[in-house]
């Protein structure tokens, strides 16, 4: 079982800082913490996200912290003025991880999916959820996961058509 203070004394370099972002999380009496960094786009990577999901089921009231971005913190504070800002933090509320996974995830909110979805199929063309923000191409021929299994055939229909008519 970590002690709250044995867990804040592990991350305190995280925490003083500024750079990683460090959850705080309780599981039944023990705590524990973790740290995350955001790319380079400020945005999570889809592996810390599903890893910070995981953090917040167990524990509705996480916080993930910032030395930098957090009040009551900073890089000059002791083991014990950290723990007390941590525990400010995790008591009161402050930067829970469900509006930290809100406000830096780059996937678009379930009803813009479910609008681009329903008109993608009235006008019979296949819908690919994932959020592109780069101009990388796509592989019309590879199943990423990010599209249903219909609209891959139906995207797989669509290019042998398409090859027929040239």
Not at 84 to 96: A, E, I, P, Q, S
């Amino acid at each position: 079982m970590a002690s709250f203070r044995k867990v804040v004394k592990d991350y305190q370099d995280e925490l003083r800082n500024g750079i990683a972002w460090v959850a705080f999380w309780r599981e039944g009496r023990s705590w524990n913490a973790d740290y995350f960094y955001l790319d380079p786009d400020d945005y999570l990577k889809p592996e810390d996200r599903i890893r910070l999901e995981e953090i917040y089921k167990q524990d509705p009231s996480a916080v993930i912290l910032n030395g930098y971005y957090c009040g009551q913190l900073a890089e000059n504070m002791s083991v014990d003025e950290l723990a007390t800002g941590v525990r400010h933090h995790y008591v009161n509320g402050y930067n829970g991880i469900k509006e930290f996974i809100e406000t830096f995830d780059d996937r678009l909110p379930l009803e813009k999916v479910e609008k681009g979805k329903a008109t993608a199929h009235t006008i019979g063309i296949p819908f690919i959820e994932k959020y592109y923000k780069s101009e990388e191409e796509i592989d019309l021929y590879a199943y990423d996961g990010n599209m249903s299994v219909e609209d891959f055939e139906l995207r797989l229909h669509k290019n042998e058509n398409e090859g027929k008519k040239r």
